[in-house]
């Protein structure tokens, strides 16, 4: 963990690179230092079908949910989840000066007892940064 799941309208495409703001979110999800790096994941999912607000077609959104493990408190929490929603903010002001658009975060908490993973990604990278 943590993992970042993007939902965006389709009406989206052609005015938003997608592929670049899930590095967006990468990024800044390691710069705040409390996410193994071996653990994040972004992927995005393109809604082909939804309905905003009057029905106007030209309205968009972009959703997000970051999954995280239990253990840390709320202020190492809202300060992590503030660093990623601002800089994803700041990559989305073209779209906000465009056009109509709603940009939406929200951090939810895996119970640990409810969640099973596998990963060998960590010792990869364990594994790459002693002998290079």
């Given at each position: 963990m943590p993992?970042?799941?993007?939902?965006?309208?389709?009406?989206?495409?052609?005015?938003?690179?997608?592929?670049?703001?899930?590095?967006?979110?990468?990024?800044a999800?390691?710069?705040?230092g409390?996410?193994?790096?071996?653990g994040?994941?972004?992927?995005?999912?393109?809604?082909?079908?939804?309905?905003?607000?009057?029905?106007r077609?030209?309205?968009?959104?972009?959703?997000?949910?970051l999954?995280?493990?239990?253990?840390?408190?709320?202020?190492t929490?809202?300060?992590?989840?503030?660093?990623?929603f601002?800089?994803?903010?700041?990559?989305?002001?073209?779209?906000f000066?465009?056009?109509?658009?709603?940009?939406?975060?929200?951090m939810?908490?895996?119970?640990?007892?409810?969640?099973?993973?596998?990963?060998?990604?960590?010792?990869?990278?364990?594994?790459?940064?002693?002998y290079?």
């Amino acid at each position: 963990m943590p993992h970042f799941t993007i939902e965006y309208s389709a009406n989206l495409d052609g005015r938003l690179d997608i592929a670049g703001v899930c590095e967006v979110v990468r990024k800044a999800a390691s710069e705040t230092g409390i996410f193994p790096l071996g653990g994040i994941r972004v992927r995005a999912v393109r809604c082909e079908h939804y309905a905003i607000a009057d029905a106007r077609q030209d309205y968009g959104f972009l959703d997000m949910v970051l999954r995280i493990g239990e253990g840390r408190d709320l202020p190492t929490r809202q300060k992590a989840g503030e660093h990623v929603f601002q800089a994803l903010s700041k990559h989305l002001d073209p779209v906000f000066a465009a056009s109509k658009f709603a940009l939406s975060f929200d951090m939810q908490i895996n119970d640990k007892d409810t969640s099973w993973k596998r990963n060998n990604i960590h010792d990869a990278l364990k594994a790459e940064a002693a002998y290079g």
